[in-house]
């Protein structure tokens, strides 16, 4: 059975009943799923059966109700303890547990090879997000570009939704890359607010200049892909990796004048430093990523 309508509203399994899993189950019974639902603790599968869901006694069983079955457990190893013994033929295997793409891609192959499509994905929302279009959230996927065409609207139920590649390792990549960068805002944000710490300064009066000033500079992650693309990491420059490093002697000194670590900061300038010393002044700071591609790198070597 296909779903290519509004009104389609396909039986569906999930594996997993905790925070999230239980997010995206309330999403899709709200819709007019009928869902199965199987988790390693009970009690927490049995709290949705008052909402409508189908409550199955082992993992087997609740991949054997349905043949679409979404995967949301602890992790990679959880996936494959969960399904060692179910029937995965004919089934459509959407694995949303967060893992690595050598995971997604490992997975990929083991799913195929008992018969099943497979799909990849990355959640970039939190439980609260769930089913709420104005939030933002989506989930990335990858991997069988067929799965996911025919299962669109279904998976769509829960939060937006973006295919990015036929590689089921392509899904974790993004996710974790995003993540990554969501990390190093937090570090700055973390080190702005320790900044002022000690001074008669309301972090509620600071923060909307914090949001702001992120907000304007976030836009350079698109002049940075424009120069990873190219290879021209000077194009367009207006503020150089030169006038940068030299400049941030201000910030270490004011982290000094504050009695502020400077441990969030100094990995990041010294990478800088790294790649002027290399000879790379009059480019912008996107090169540093050449530092950090250790596989490149290691190509690179004599």
Known sequence: MTDTTADAR?????????????????????????????????????????QGATVAGSAAEAVSASRLVIACLLDDASVGAALDGADLTGRDLVNLTTGTPAEGRARAVWATERGARFLGGGIMAVPPMIGSPESGGHVLYSGSADLFEEHRETLAVPAGTRFVGTDPGFAALHDVALLSAMYGMFA??????????????????????????????????????????????????????AMQVAGSATLLRTAEEQQVSTELLTPYLALMERRLAEGHGEEDTTGVVELLNLRRAATDRP
């Open 10 to 50: 396909i039986p569906l399994t999930v594996l997993g009943a905790g925070a999230m899993g239980t997010a995206l189950v309330r999403a899709w019974l709200a819709a007019g799923h009928p869902v199965t639902v199987w988790n390693r603790t009970p009690a927490r599968a049995e709290a949705l059966a008052a």
């Open 188 to 241: 700055g944000m973390a080190h702005a607010f320790a900044l002022i710490g000690p001074e008669d300064v309301d972090p509620r009066d600071f923060a909307p200049l914090l949001v702001s000033w992120l907000g304007a500079m976030s836009g350079s992650a698109h002049q940075a892909a424009e120069h990873l693309a190219s290879g021209d990491y000077g194009k367009g420059v207006v503020s150089n990796l």
